[in-house]
């Protein structure tokens, strides 16, 4: 199977994502995203939702998404039990498990990070971080949540990722700087900056980011993506 997949950044972490009967979101924090150019209702379709973990600007408008287009939600079981637990269809997996479904396969990757679920009744335990390993037709994403640099990114230079996801606004997760080590790591084709500049705390360059990943790894390309611009790949 090889089907053209479009890509639309949502700004900070959340991308929209078309392949064919395949749509889905990861990370879907749509309404209060300062940098998403969508409301709730521009999305039209929607099949699967990925949740790297539970903190607000990631699990965002899953709940309301989910219950409106009977989408399933893969995550962490913490998560997954806690939407199912509403009413929403979940695939729980964990960190190192993978699945093949109907569109392709799905990995858990780790991540170093917290995941805590903000409710109604306060905090509760989201489980484990993690980034999702997506191999759809011809193409391996991987959306690495959000994360410190690990050791663990070497291994993902033998899944040949096409295009990978990486946060660079550091404070709560890689800086620039560790999101050029972590490209060194992955080796992947092509690479997206994300989780930055959403918030004061987490101002970057990604510009600069290009330039320099591009410098020490001539066989790579940084995409610097605008909230909304849509790539085909
Ligand atoms: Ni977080
Ligand atoms: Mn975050």
Same mark, same amino acid.
């Given at each position: 199977?090889?089907?053209?997949?479009?890509?639309?950044?949502?700004?900070?972490? +959340?991308?929209?994502?078309?392949?064919?009967?395949? $749509?889905?979101? #990861?990370?879907?924090?749509?309404?209060?995203?300062?940098?998403?150019?969508?409301?709730?209702?521009? #999305?039209? /379709?929607?099949? /699967?939702?990925?949740?790297?973990?539970?903190?607000?600007?990631?699990?965002?408008?899953?709940?309301?998404?989910?219950?409106?287009?009977?989408?399933?939600?893969?995550?962490? $079981?913490?998560?997954?039990?806690?939407?199912?637990?509403?009413?929403? %269809?979940?695939?729980?997996?964990?960190?190192?498990? %993978?699945?093949?479904?109907?569109?392709?396969?799905?990995?858990?990757?780790?991540?170093?990070?917290?995941?805590? @679920?903000?409710?109604?009744?306060?905090? %509760?335990?989201?489980?484990?971080?993690?980034?999702?390993?997506?191999?759809?037709?011809?193409?391996?994403?991987?959306? +690495?949540?959000?994360?410190?640099?690990?050791?663990?990114?070497?291994?993902?230079?033998?899944?040949?990722?096409?295009?990978?996801?990486?946060?660079?606004?550091?404070?709560?997760?890689?800086?620039?700087?560790?999101?050029? %080590?972590?490209?060194?790591? @992955?080796?992947?084709?092509?690479?997206?900056?994300? /989780?930055?500049?959403?918030?004061?705390?987490?101002?970057?360059?990604? /510009?600069? $980011?290009?330039?320099?990943?591009?410098?020490?790894?001539?066989?790579?390309?940084?995409?610097?993506?605008?909230?909304?611009?849509?790539?085909?790949?």
């Amino acid at each position: 199977m090889s089907l053209a997949l479009e890509l639309t950044y949502l700004g900070h972490s +959340a991308f929209y994502i078309e392949s064919g009967p395949f $749509f889905a979101l #990861i990370d879907p924090f749509i309404k209060g995203n300062p940098k998403c150019p969508w409301t709730l209702d521009h #999305i039209q /379709h929607l099949t /699967h939702i990925f949740v790297t973990h539970g903190h607000g600007d990631h699990i965002g408008d899953t709940l309301a998404l989910a219950k409106k287009f009977d989408a399933l939600v893969i995550s962490n $079981f913490e998560i997954a039990n806690y939407l199912s637990q509403q009413g929403i %269809r979940t695939h729980a997996m964990h960190v190192g498990g %993978r699945r093949s479904f109907d569109f392709g396969t799905v990995k858990l990757t780790p991540a170093l990070h917290g995941s805590s @679920i903000q409710t109604p009744e306060g905090p %509760r335990d989201g489980g484990s971080p993690c980034g999702f390993l997506l191999t759809i037709g011809p193409h391996t994403l991987y959306h +690495a949540g959000d994360t410190g640099l690990t050791m663990d990114m070497q291994l993902l230079k033998e899944d040949q990722v096409t295009l990978a996801m990486v946060p660079i606004g550091g404070n709560y997760t890689m800086d620039a700087h560790d999101a050029k %080590r972590s490209v060194s790591f @992955i080796a992947p084709k092509k690479v997206i900056p994300m /989780h930055y500049d959403t918030f004061d705390l987490i101002k970057a360059d990604p /510009h600069a $980011f290009k330039a320099q990943v591009e410098a020490e790894n001539p066989e790579v390309e940084v995409l610097v993506v605008t909230p909304g611009q849509v790539l085909s790949l």
